[in-house]
C-alpha cells in the first residue's frame, strides 16, 4: 500500500467525484488533506464522510478566480503534493451553434484554473512534490458533433505538464487522464439516461464497466510517490482509447 505519512495533499474538486476518491485513499495513506472546492456546503459533508481520520479540512475557493486561488495556498500552507480534479459539464454545442460565453467559462475554470494554480501553487509547495493535473477521454475519443472544444482542453494538459515538468524541475508535474467514470456530474450531464450510457458503454471497453472513482484514484496516488515520474501522461480508461 502507498505510504504518504507526513504528507500534506491539496486537492482541488474534493469534495466529490475522482477529487474525493483521491482524497479519500490519501487519508488511507497516512496523509493530510485540504479538500477544495467552490460550495461550503458541499466541502462540509465531503469533511463528514472523511471525518474519521481527522487529518482533512475543507477550503471554499473558485478555481476561475484568482484571488481565491491566492487565499487557498495562504490558507492551506507548505504541501507536498497539489491534485487537480475539478470541473464543470463541458460545451456540446455542435461548432457551428457553440456559445462562446459558455465556452469561456468553461475554459476559465478547467484550463486557466489550471494555469493560476500552478502559479500560486510555487511558493509554498515543498521540494520534492508535485503537481498533477486531470485531462480525459475526450481528447482522445471525441464525441461527435459537439466534442472540438472539451478536446481541445483535455489535449492541451499532456502539453502544458511537459513543459511545466522542465520549468519547475525537480518539482514534477503528471497528467491522470481517466475514461469515463460514475460521479455526480454524469447526473448534471444526461439525468436518468446515465444507467443506459454506462450500460452500453461497459459493454464495449475491455475492462468491462465504467469506473468508480476509487478504480481512478491509485493512478494520482502512484505519481505523488513515484519520484522518477515526470512530464507523462496516465491513462486509466479500461481501454476506452481502444474501441
Known amino acids: 500500500m502507498t505510504d504518504l505519512t507526513g504528507n500534506k495533499i491539496i486537492v482541488v474538486g474534493g469534495s466529490s467525484g475522482i477529487g474525493f476518491g483521491v482524497a479519500a485513499a490519501a487519508l488511507e495513506s497516512g496523509a493530510e488533506v485540504v479538500i477544495v472546492g467552490r460550495s461550503k456546503d458541499k466541502l462540509k459533508a465531503a469533511e463528514n ?52 460565453d ?17 502559479k500560486h501553487a510555487v511558493g509554498t509547495l515543498n521540494k520534492g512534490g508535485s503537481m498533477i493535473f486531470t485531462s480525459g477521454i475526450n481528447k482522445d475519443r471525441p464525441p461527435v458533433p459537439g466534442g472540438s472544444v472539451v478536446s481541445a482542453v483535455a489535449g492541451s494538459f499532456t502539453y502544458f505538464a511537459r513543459a511545466l515538468a522542465l520549468e519547475l524541475a525537480p518539482t514534477r508535474v503528471n497528467i491522470v487522464s481517466p ?61 476506452q482509447r481502444l474501441v
Open 49 to 100: 464522510r472523511l471525518a474519521g481520520t481527522g487529518r482533512v479540512r475543507g477550503i471554499a475557493a473558485d478555481m476561475a478566480n484568482e484571488a481565491d486561488v491566492v487565499r487557498l495556498f495562504e490558507e492551506a500552507g507548505g504541501f507536498d503534493h497539489l491534485v487537480a480534479t475539478a470541473g464543470t459539464p463541458p460545451p456540446n454545442y455542435p461548432i457551428g451553434e457553440t456559445d462562446m
Open 179 to 239: 475514461g469515463w467514470v460514475d460521479t455526480e456530474m454524469w447526473d448534471e450531464i444526461v439525468g436518468a439516461a446515465k444507467s443506459g450510457y454506462f450500460e452500453q458503454m461497459g459493454a464495449r471497453i475491455p475492462a468491462g464497466r465504467i469506473a468508480s472513482p476509487a478504480d481512478i484514484a491509485p493512478a494520482y496516488l502512484y505519481l505523488m510517490q513515484n519520484a522518477f515520474m515526470t512530464g507523462e501522461t496516465i491513462h486509466v480508461d479500461g481501454g
Open 102 to 118: 459558455f465556452v469561456r467559462q468553461f475554459v476559465d475554470g478547467k484550463l486557466i484554473g489550471a494555469v493560476m494554480l500552478a
